[in-house]
């Protein structure tokens, strides 16, 4: 039996998700939350196989609720889903320690595939995600992971990436420091992340180092 936790703030949603996976012999639907507050609370009472976590869940980020679960119940196996397409955030949350992402407009078939494969041990990704895991720093850039950004905000977030300070971007992109803090803040919600440490994790994933 395949024990399921479902973290997704749409009851619907978290409702669906229980619906399909109870009316299949091998999953157990153990819980689910609606926040990361109640996530964390109830993994402190469950153990689950698999934690199925929504990628704009609230309160803390996807990919910091991710890094939390990873530090704090080792044991338990992350798969992500989104609204957002793969080319969004499929590779960093890999990166980040996710053992599959899902779109949410997958099939049930696929979703009771990825969790299968991920209760198991198995990474659950893409053909092409595979490939783009693959390539060697430098080799080939993922450029479809720019489509929500200006060319001005992959320019700043490059420069942030390298090290440089708010007043060095804005002398490097001839800006002034509170635009180069308002493009900063625009990058953290478009990626989102709330914090330096993380942005600049986006920009490493995004293979902007």
């Not at 992350?78 to 890999?94: F, H, K, N, R, W």
């Not at 949410?104 to 783009?132: C, H, P, W």
């Amino acid at each position: 039996m395949i024990n399921v936790f479902i973290a997704d703030s749409h009851p619907i949603v978290r409702l669906g998700i229980k619906q399909v996976l109870d009316s299949t012999s091998d999953f157990k639907v153990i819980g689910d939350a609606s926040t990361t507050t109640e996530l964390f609370e109830a993994l402190e009472k469950v153990s689950p196989d698999v934690v199925m976590l929504e990628m704009d869940i609230p309160e803390i980020n996807g990919i910091a609720t991710l890094r939390k679960i990873k530090q704090d119940f080792p044991s338990t196996k992350v798969l992500m889903y989104s609204g957002q397409s793969e080319d969004v955030y499929a590779l960093s949350t890999i990166r980040a320690g996710a053992y599959g992402y899902l779109s949410k407009t997958a099939d049930v078939d696929y979703i009771i595939s990825a969790i299968r494969k991920v209760a198991e041990g198995n990474m659950f990704i893409t053909n092409e995600l595979a490939q783009r895991l693959a390539f060697d720093e430098g080799t080939q850039k993922p450029r479809r992971f720019f489509r929500k950004l200006s060319t001005r905000e992959v320019e700043v977030l490059k420069l942030l990436a390298s090290g440089k300070r708010n007043k060095e971007v804005a002398e490097g992109l001839n800006l002034n420091e509170k635009t180069v803090s308002t493009y900063k803040a625009r990058l953290m919600r478009k990626l989102n992340v709330d914090n330096l440490v993380d942005l600049l994790q986006q920009a490493k994933a995004l293979e902007l180092y």
